[in-house]
């Protein structure tokens, strides 16, 4: 009983004790809940994994032996010699206290149960709808996060991270900044150094004895003798 109790997150006294045979189809491989018979009344089925199978087979197999040697039906999944199971504080307390347990309750399997559910990646609406949670806020409560999901978690994300490692190599930032910044005011002297050296190499490539006068913008300056005034060149007086 336990065992479902962790594989499917199923309340223990509500919904797995009163669970028969009829309940079980290993067939089509479900284990069912009726409407009307869970907390929101709503009908639920949870698939037959292979260890949930695996689980009910042997249960199973138990039962029928049992009413081979007693000649009775027993319709219950769940029984104490063919009754029905009222209570099981005992049995718990002490199974609890062999196991170093103590302090447990039997409504921990539930939340086992949706743990595994998050640990697999099964989509939330889908865990809900397996275990019985209407809203998700209830089922958040369940989905704890332990120090092994944290530890999955950053598992997954360096696989992600060796994926996604740029060929090319990173320089680091404190060696970027360690780089002289150019500004627009080195881009200004830059160009009027460069103006300089041409202006400078124009009058070596002069004949001797020819001047030329630039100005410091590297425009010449007008012709002696006549005026740049006006729409046009005229001759001073």
């Known amino acids: 009983m336990f065992a479902v109790a962790s594989l499917t997150g199923w309340r223990v006294k509500s919904e797995l004790l009163t669970r028969q045979w009829a309940h079980v189809d290993f067939q089509s491989g479900w284990l069912r809940l009726e ?15 292979p260890a949930l199978r695996a689980v009910l087979e042997r249960q199973r197999a138990c039962t029928l032996a049992m009413e081979k040697a007693t000649r009775t039906m027993i319709p219950w999944l769940f029984h ?87 060929a090319a190599p990173v320089i680091p930032l404190t060696k970027a900044t360690r780089k002289r910044r150019v500004s627009s005011s080195t881009v200004r002297v830059s160009r009027a150094q460069r103006a300089r050296r041409d202006r400078a190499a124009r009058a070596k490539s002069l004949p001797a004895g020819e001047k030329t006068m630039v100005g410091w913008d590297g425009i010449e300056p007008p012709t002696p003798g006549f005026s740049d005034l006006g729409l046009g060149l005229r001759k001073c007086a």
């Open 35 to 49: 409407p009307g018979e869970t907390k929101n009344a709503e009908g639920r089925q949870f698939p037959l994994t």
């Open 80 to 166: 104490r010699s063919g009754r029905p199971i009222k209570s099981f504080r005992r049995a718990w307390l002490t199974a609890c206290t062999a196991a170093g347990l103590s302090g447990r309750i039997p409504h921990d399997f539930r939340r086992t149960a949706v743990r595994n559910l998050e640990r697999a990646g099964v989509p939330r609406s889908t865990a809900m709808k397996m275990v019985g949670h209407k809203t998700e806020s209830i089922y958040r409560r369940y989905a704890i996060v332990d120090e092994a999901m944290l530890k999955e978690g950053a598992a997954k994300l360096q696989t992600l991270h060796e994926a996604q490692a740029p």
